[in-house]
């Protein structure tokens, strides 16, 4: 089991960026999938990255596409998430969670075997 902490949310103004990092502990991290969600209030749990087991692989949704990166460093046992242009449509809580799986574009939630705690993000207009 994998267990996840996020971390470098914050308020940022329309137009900012913000990078945010989850640490993860579990010899199983390197060999396993991960994925970024988010939450907004009142809105279901959205998948908005993902990336293999090697890093060589990401997946982004349309919604933020060329705005946002994902990146991992298995030395390190983190994995990342560049947020760059951020909207006010942005704010919401974001979880990291490590996927069952090497590789994966699942946005079920039941693909996904650990969470992190989750980090809020408030983007300003």
């Known amino acids: 089991q994998v267990q996840l902490v996020e971390s470098g949310g914050g308020l940022v103004q329309a137009g900012g960026s913000l990078r945010l990092s989850c640490a993860a502990s579990?010899?199983?991290?390197?060999?396993?999938?991960m994925g970024w969600f988010r939450q907004a209030p009142g809105k279901e749990r959205e998948l908005i990255a993902t990336?293999?087991?090697?890093?060589?692989?990401?997946y982004y949704v349309d919604s933020v596409k060329g705005r946002f990166t994902v990146s991992r460093d298995n030395a390190k046992n983190t994995v990342y998430l560049q947020m760059n242009s951020l909207q006010p449509e942005d704010t919401a809580v974001y979880y990291c969670?490590?996927?069952?799986?090497?590789?994966?574009?699942?946005?079920?939630?039941?693909?996904?075997?650990?969470w992190g705690q989750g980090t809020q993000v408030t983007v300003s207009s």
């Open positions: 969670a490590a996927a069952r799986t090497f590789y994966t574009t699942s946005s079920s939630t039941r693909d996904y075997a650990s």
């Open positions: 579990g010899r199983t991290f390197s060999s396993t999938a």
């Open positions: 990336i293999s087991w090697t890093g060589d692989s990401a």
